[in-house]
C-alpha cells in the first residue's frame, strides 16, 4: 500500500489577498484593491489540470481555501474550483470542504453563497473577545462583528470553527481563561487557539527588535496559559487532539488531519506547498509567492517554483514533527517503513520516563507536557 493512503488526500487553494495586514501575520498575503477574479479561477482550474497527471481516480477526502483571506473570493469563484476537482477525483462521501473567513459583514453576507457552491465548514478567524486587543493585533472587525457573522455562519453551516490569539500583549492568565469560557460558550465543534508568535519580517518582529512591543507574558506564563487551555477545553468537551486545536469527539479538522498523518495533498495558488506522492516516493512542490509572478507562471505552463523529491530520512523526519503533534501519536512501525530503520529505543525509554511520551499499542504520543515543549522532544528522537 502507498503510504500517503494512511493520512489521506486532500486540495489546498490558497488565496493570497487580505483588506488589510496584520501586524503578526507572515503568512504569503497581499492587499491589493482590484482583482480579476475570473483570471485567478481560470489559474486554479489550469493548476487542477497539471495535478491531474498522477493522481487521477485517488478519492478526494478534503479542499480547503485558505490564505490571505479566502472569503475575498467571489462565490462563484470558490465553487468554480470546487466543481473543477470535482471533474478531476472523486470526493469521498464525506468529503469536508473548508473556507476560511474573517468576521467582517461583507465576508459574512457571501456565506450561503459558499454553502450552495459546496463549502461545508467555515473557518473563521475571529483572534480576541475584546475590541482593544483585536485594534492591536490588527484586526478591522469588532466584537459584535464577529458575534453577528459567527451568528450567520452557524445557520448557514453544521460545522463552524473559529480561531483565537492567546499570550497577547498584556494578557493575564485569568484573563484568557475568563476569554477562552466565553469563546467555549459560543463553540459548536471546533477551536483553533493559538499562543501569538513573533515572527522575524513582520510589524510585530520589527517593533519587537526595537523593544517596543511590551507587555507580552513571560514563557512561563505562556506555558501557564498553554496547560490551563488545555484543562478549559477538555472539561467543556473540546479535549486538544493537536497542539492548538481542539474540537468535540468525531469534529476534528479531516484537511488538518491529512497534514498531520502525513498523507498526500496538492497545493496550488501563490506560496503553496504540496506533497504528492508517485510509487512511494514523495515529492514537496512549492509555488511562486508573489500573486503576478504565479500568475504568469501558471499561463506559461506551471505555477511551482520547486518540486524535490524527498529522500527517506527527510520524508520520515516529517512523518515524526507533524504527528507527534496529535493526541493518537505516530505508528512507529509506519517510521520504519519510511525511513528504513528504527526510532532510537534509548531515547524513546528516556523521555517517557521523564514523562514527554507515551508507548502503547506500537503508538508512540507526546503528553500534554511533551508536546509543549515538542521541539525538544523531536531534537532528541532525531539527533544522529
Keep these: 500500500m502507498d503510504d500517503w493512503r494512511n493520512g489521506g488526500f486532500g486540495l489546498y487553494v490558497h488565496w493570497p489577498f487580505c483588506q488589510a495586514k496584520c501586524p503578526y ?4 498575503s497581499h492587499v491589493t484593491q482590484n482583482i480579476d477574479q475570473r483570471s485567478w479561477l481560470t489559474a486554479y482550474e489550469q493548476e487542477l489540470d497539471q495535478n491531474a497527471l498522477g493522481t487521477n481516480g485517488r478519492v478526494l477526502n478534503s479542499i480547503f481555501f485558505g490564505g490571505g483571506t479566502p472569503s475575498l473570493m467571489q462565490p462563484e469563484i470558490v465553487a468554480g474550483v470546487i466543481e473543477k476537482a470535482r471533474t478531476i ?3 469521498a462521501n464525506d468529503i469536508e470542504i473548508t473556507l476560511e473567513a474573517n468576521p467582517g459583514s461583507v465576508e459574512a453576507g457571501r456565506f450561503a453563497g459558499y454553502r450552495d457552491g459546496g463549502v461545508n465548514r467555515i473557518s473563521m478567524g475571529v483572534q480576541a473577545m475584546n475590541d482593544e486587543d483585536l485594534r492591536r493585533l490588527g484586526r478591522i472587525h469588532s466584537v459584535a462583528e464577529a458575534r453577528a457573522a459567527f451568528d450567520i455562519a452557524r445557520t448557514c453551516f453544521d460545522r463552524v470553527s473559529f480561531d483565537l490569539i492567546y499570550a497577547r500583549q ?4 485569568d484573563l484568557w481563561q475568563a476569554e477562552l469560557r466565553e469563546a467555549l460558550s459560543m463553540a459548536i465543534d471546533h477551536l483553533s487557539l493559538y499562543q501569538l508568535t513573533i515572527e522575524d519580517g513582520t510589524a510585530f518582529g520589527d517593533r519587537y527588535a526595537l523593544g517596543k512591543l511590551r507587555n507580552l507574558p513571560t514563557d512561563d506564563n505562556a506555558a501557564d496559559m498553554y496547560q490551563a487551555t488545555q484543562e478549559i477545553c477538555g472539561a467543556f468537551g473540546f479535549p486538544g487532539y493537536e497542539i492548538s486545536n481542539h474540537a468535540r469527539p468525531g469534529a476534528e479538522s479531516k484537511h488538518n ?4 498523518r502525513y498523507g498526500d495533498y496538492v497545493g496550488i495558488g501563490p506560496g503553496a506547498h504540496g506533497r504528492v506522492s508517485t510509487n512511494n516516493q514523495r515529492r ?3 509555488s511562486y509567492r508573489a500573486p503576478a509572478q504565479w500568475l504568469q507562471a501558471v499561463r506559461d505552463g506551471s505555477g511551482y517554483s ?3 523529491d524527498l529522500s527517506a530520512d527527510d520524508a520520515a523526519t516529517e512523518f ?3 504527528g507527534l503533534r496529535l493526541s493518537e501519536g505516530v505508528d512507529v512501525a509506519r517510521y520504519k517503513n519510511i525511513s528504513g530503520h528504527e526510532l532510537p529505543q534509548d531515547r524513546m525509554d528516556h523521555l517517557a520516563e521523564i514523562g514527554m511520551v507515551t508507548m502503547s499499542a506500537g503508538r508512540l504520543s507526546a503528553t500534554n507536557q511533551g508536546r509543549a515543549v515538542l521541539n525538544a522532544v523531536l531534537r532528541e528522537l532525531l539527533v544522529d
Design 89 to 91: 477525483w472523486p470526493f
Design 25 to 28: 501575520c507572515d503568512f504569503n
Design 320 to 322: 515524526l514533527m507533524m
Design 306 to 308: 520547486t518540486m524535490e
Design 257 to 260: 488531519q491529512i497534514y498531520w
Design 284 to 286: 514537496a512542490t512549492e
Design 170 to 173: 498584556g494578557q493575564t492568565l
